[in-house]
């Protein structure tokens, strides 16, 4: 992945396309037949998987980081 981004609402926006992308991949699987297009089409739905992933663990820390602070600056 290029680079991730540092707010929560790219991540979410990027989590929202990465869906997308998902969703569209796994349409087109359901209609291409044959092993070179199965293949191509598996190794995107693993990249976009782990892409998700990435952005899913990232948005947590950031959350988690930001209620930290909030916690903190309460005291």
């Known amino acids: 992945m290029p680079d991730i981004p540092w ?3 790219e991540i979410d926006e990027r989590i929202s396309t ?6 569209q991949l796994v349409e087109q699987a ?7 297009d199965d293949e191509l089409v598996s190794r995107r739905i693993a990249e976009q998987e ?7 663990k990232r948005r947590a820390e950031l959350a988690s ?3 930290d602070r909030d ?3 309460r005291k």
């Open 7 to 9: 707010s929560i609402e």
């Open 18 to 23: 990465v869906r997308e992308n998902l969703r």
């Open 71 to 73: 916690d903190r600056n």
């Open 65 to 67: 980081a930001a209620s």
């Open 50 to 56: 782990a892409q998700l992933d990435i952005l899913t």
């Open 30 to 36: 359901a209609g291409y037949s044959g092993n070179a």
